[in-house]
């Protein structure tokens, strides 16, 4: 990472046989984020402290059971999260700026191209999916802005409806096929 000072609390919790807990505090800001998101249709949840969380899970699952292929998840999501910090994707604070939608396609682009340069079956698999979020940024970073300023209606804070939810979450028809293409060809 470029000069980047990042203060957030990870808690990493070791559990009997081996087992661990990872989270990171929301700070009691998720309410606010909600409000903002059906208001404006933008969500600012900066998911960084997830990213790492995730991170470390997958570190410690290559540890604690000799997985080489969650040691790779691992040091390519570290490497994918560095990037996502050099380029400052995190979301912003304003409608009609990078939101949380927009913060994930960009570390799954910078994962997939992370997990591309991998040998094996591994790189081969992600090559095209690399490929095809690369060639399509433009268009996808589009359409994850356009969905912004208009009200979002996910049909409630603790239980929203999963179809509105993920219409809402969900807003790039490119993103969606190339996401959905992974899940078919598995």
Known sequence: MKNQLCFFRLSVVPLMNGGGLFETGAGGSAPKHVQQFEKEGHLRWDSLGEFLALGASLKHISENYNDKKAAVLA??????????????????????????RGSHFYLALYWAEALAKQSGA????????????????????????????????????????????AKAMRPSPTLNSIIDGIIKSN
């Open 75 to 100: 040091d390519t999501l570290d490497e994918a999260t560095a990037k996502f910090l050099d380029e400052n994707k995190s979301p912003s604070r304003k409608v009609h700026q990078i939101d949380n």
């Open 122 to 165: 591994l790189g081969a698999k992600f090559q095209g999916v690399a490929s095809a979020l690369r060639t399509n940024e433009a268009k996808i970073a589009k359409e994850l802005m356009d969905a912004q300023g208009p009200a979002q209606n996910v049909g409630g804070y603790y239980r929203p409806v999963f179809e509105k939810a």
